[in-house]
């Protein structure tokens, strides 16, 4: 059985930092692209980062591009997600992605951890 567990979210001050894990069973990450996503109230779930098989390229929404860094450890089966910087308009619930990178139908969500920005 596939499963991707987040955690590390909470309440955090503005300006605040958490890192977000990803934690990963059942398939070989090192094979899969992983992601990051959020959605806020109101709001259509939007991709926040992104980092391939080996984690040679990342790529960052411009919103977080400077305060966020994606990383993975593919020994651990764990995806990262530093944020610094935080501002109340980074508040939402927070998603993980893992898509296989030869066979993209190959594709897995978890179920998400909420962050919350707010003195």
């Known amino acids: 059985q596939v499963q991707l567990v987040e955690s590390g979210g909470g309440l955090v001050q503005p300006g605040g930092s958490l890192r977000l894990s990803c934690a990963a069973s059942?398939?070989?990450?090192?094979?899969?692209?992983m992601s990051w996503y959020r959605q806020a109230p109101g709001k259509e779930r939007e991709l926040v980062a992104s980092?391939?098989?080996?984690?040679?390229?990342?790529n960052y929404a411009d919103s977080v591009k400077g305060r966020f860094t994606i990383s993975r450890d593919n020994a651990k089966s764990t995806v990262y997600l530093q944020m610094n910087g935080l501002s109340p308009e980074d508040t939402a619930a927070y998603y993980c992605?893992?898509?296989?990178?030869?066979?993209?139908?190959?594709?897995?969500w978890g179920q998400g951890t909420q962050v919350t920005v707010s003195s």
């Open positions: 059942g398939l070989t990450l090192s094979i899969y692209d």
């Open positions: 992605k893992a898509r296989h990178w030869l066979y993209p139908a190959r594709m897995y």
């Open positions: 980092i391939t098989r080996a984690g040679g390229t990342t």
